[in-house]
């Protein structure tokens, strides 16, 4: 209706439709859809891409470090700059804070 201030209800939205108890979902055209899953895929793919290489990169790692003797050593492979860092070896009665409590004393010498 027209006139007297009123109007009649907007036109369906081609993208409007009417779920079960009367809410309105909204379905994208066909296009779109298809270029949404197909960007999804392709982020999906590149996420395994991703998980391969990190796979790839950890195997390289343990083939070095079995290379250079490295395995059950507490020195590490810094995988950014290719520097092997050596922890140094605790000292029999030492552990990583000095010497232990039954550590002792140095013996004096002859004065």
């Known amino acids: 209706m027209t006139g007297y201030g009123l109007t009649s209800p907007p036109a369906p939205s081609p ?3 009417r779920g079960l108890e009367g809410e309105v979902t909204q379905q994208l055209p066909p296009n779109e859809l298809f270029h949404l899953r ?3 895929l392709e982020a999906e793919g590149k ?4 998980q391969m290489a990190r796979l790839a990169l950890r195997q390289l790692v343990l083939e070095i ?3 250079h003797r490295l395995l059950g050593t507490s ?6 700059t290719g520097i092997i860092e050596l ?3 605790p000292v029999e009665g030492e552990n990583e804070h000095g010497p232990g409590p039954d550590a002792h004393p140095p013996a ?4």
């Open 15 to 17: 993208l409007t439709e």
């Open 38 to 40: 197909r960007t999804v």
């Open 47 to 50: 996420e395994l891409a991703a």
């Open 65 to 67: 470090e079995r290379k």
């Open 75 to 80: 020195a590490r492979l810094d995988i950014h």
């Open 87 to 89: 922890s140094p070896e």
């Open 108 to 111: 004096a010498g002859p004065a």
